[in-house]
């Protein structure tokens, strides 16, 4: 059974910076597609950044490419979601988001939320003006 744990989430000021961690738990951390997704009240689920199995790309949607980062520790069954200039439209719900992938599909991106079968409670980010 695969659990996900967010931490790290807050209130912070417009052009700070924040990382948020997601705590793997279950078998086979390194066989898992990992992620994280945001949604803002009245707004639909979106795609912030994504990581593949295998750990040799990242995607990062357009509205947070060049700011946010995404990085996993298989030793430690972590995710990282790195957040810089942080501004007030990221004020969101940050879900941690997993699925398994097949050894054959590594290197695959996933970027969309019915990929993900695996999902956190969620943890508030609060950016002010």
């Known amino acids: 059974q695969v659990q996900l744990v967010e931490s790290g989430g807050g209130l912070v000021q417009g052009g700070d910076s924040l990382t948020l961690s997601c705590a793997f738990s279950?078998?086979?951390?390194?066989?898992?597609?990992v992620g994280w997704f945001r949604q803002a009240p009245g707004k639909e689920r979106e795609v912030v950044c994504t990581?593949?199995?295998?750990?040799?790309?990242?995607y990062c949607g357009d509205s947070v490419k060049g700011r946010f980062a995404i990085s996993r520790d298989n030793g430690k069954n972590l995710v990282y979601l790195q957040m810089n200039s942080l501004k007030p439209e990221d004020t969101a719900v940050y879900y941690c988001?997993?699925?398994?992938?097949?050894?054959?599909?590594?290197?695959?991106?996933?970027?969309?939320?019915?990929?993900?079968?695996?999902w956190g409670q969620g943890t508030q980010v609060t950016v002010s003006t």
């Open positions: 990581i593949p199995r295998s750990g040799s790309t990242t």
């Open positions: 279950g078998p086979s951390f390194e066989s898992y597609a």
């Open positions: 988001v997993a699925r398994a992938v097949y050894p054959s599909n590594s290197n695959r991106i996933y970027r969309y939320k019915e990929q993900f079968d695996y």
